[in-house]
């Protein structure tokens, strides 16, 4: 690691290890491989934006704005319907038109309080299948 010192190479690596050894006490193998092939393609991501970063942009400006727009494009991404608040541009528009949309379709789902809930068609004693355990 270029830019990392011995310290937190150590305590990355500690930490790494021992989350991996407590997660094998409560996860399958196969749960395990893919959250470690999870993990690695994560790292590789992040190295590949910092070196993407440092040999192509060349000023503090450029390096600050290309990884700006990086985290804006995910962060709407992974947070859209409560970002339409805060953002005043056209991805705030169409987030904020599907927020709109899923509330009509979903409006009336929810029981209001005080209105009794429609039953639905009860079982008769035959259908109902009693389970009799002897200790």
């Known amino acids: 690691m270029l830019f990392v ?3 937190t ?5 500690s930490a790494a290890h021992f989350y991996l050894r407590k997660a094998e006490l409560f996860y399958s193998q196969d749960l395990l491989k893919s959250m ?12 590949a934006l910092i070196c993407i970063t440092l040999l192509v942009f060349h000023t503090h400006t450029s ?5 700006g727009i990086f985290c804006d494009v995910f962060g709407i991404i992974l947070y859209g319907a409560p970002l339409t608040v805060m953002i005043g541009n056209g991805v ?6 599907a927020q709109l949309i ?16 429609k039953d639905p068609v009860k079982p008769t004693a035959s ?3 009693m389970i009799v355990s002897a200790v």
């Open 5 to 7: 010192s011995e310290q």
């Open 9 to 13: 190479r150590v305590l990355l690596t």
């Open 36 to 47: 470690c092939m999870y993990y690695l393609a994560e790292v590789v991501f992040l190295a």
């Open 63 to 67: 390096r600050s704005t290309f990884v």
């Open 92 to 97: 705030g528009a169409i987030l904020a038109v």
């Open 102 to 117: 899923f509330y009509a379709c979903y409006y009336g789902s929810t029981p209001k309080e005080g209105k009794p809930v």
């Open 127 to 129: 259908q109902v299948q």
